[in-house]
């Protein structure tokens, strides 16, 4: 074996095309860009999901649903799941250190299981509970601290009944110190002025 003797194998480097370079040469003419049109220019300039005027797919397909950007840093966690965690003290760093939600989790709910099998007296903190695991909980002695997520939207939902409410009882005075007033009654006379102008 020589080093001159030496070659690539069979197939294993495919001939240059030149293209523009006349109809022999395979893609000369048009350079595999068709004829014509937007798509053979430079700089043809078509959005993503442009079907050159005719209805786009993402328009024709139907639309469904809401996908919560909230959904990623939530999770929900088994009642039953709880009794892996030794601490009495149940919050969001206890049921990460046991593997029960990931690190990017910021929300985490406790819901009831379908077999409920949990006797242990713990404290749950900073978490959302769901009424059925409530009960579980405080009947097995343990207590429920509210979540602070959960009181500050018990609160925006108070105030904006107190807002709503005191709307309606100002309008109601308004209505009872004034009543209904109709509007006035437009003179004939008006109405064809008006109408003469009109025309003009």
């Not at 050159?52 to 139907?62: D, E, T, V």
């Not at 601490?87 to 406790?110: E, F, P, Y």
């Not at 939207?153 to 904006?160: D, H, I, P, T």
């Amino acid at each position: 074996m020589y080093l001159n003797t030496l070659k690539p194998g069979v197939g294993a480097r495919r001939p240059k095309v030149r293209v523009g370079r006349g109809i022999g040469s395979g893609l000369g003419k048009t350079c595999g860009r068709g004829v014509k049109g937007s798509g053979a220019r430079k700089s043809p300039n078509v959005r993503p999901g442009f079907e050159g005027g005719q209805m786009p797919m993402k328009i024709r397909l139907p639309k469904f649903g809401f996908w919560s950007k909230m959904s990623y840093l939530t999770a929900e966690v088994a009642l039953n799941s709880l009794n892996k965690i030794e601490s009495d003290v149940i919050d969001l760093a206890a049921l990460q250190q046991a593997g029960l939600i990931g690190k990017r989790i910021t929300h985490a709910k406790i819901v009831l299981s379908k077999l409920p099998n949990f006797t242990r007296k713990v404290t749950v903190k900073g978490l959302g509970v769901t009424r059925g695991a409530k009960a579980a909980i405080e009947a097995a002695g343990g207590t429920v601290e509210a979540c602070e997520r959960v009181t500050k939207a018990a609160e925006r939902l108070e105030k904006s009944k107190q807002r709503r409410a005191a709307k309606v009882k100002a309008l109601q005075d308004k209505l009872a110190a004034e009543g209904i007033k109709k509007p006035a009654k437009k003179d004939k006379a008006e109405k064809a002025a008006k109408a003469a102008k009109a025309k003009k």
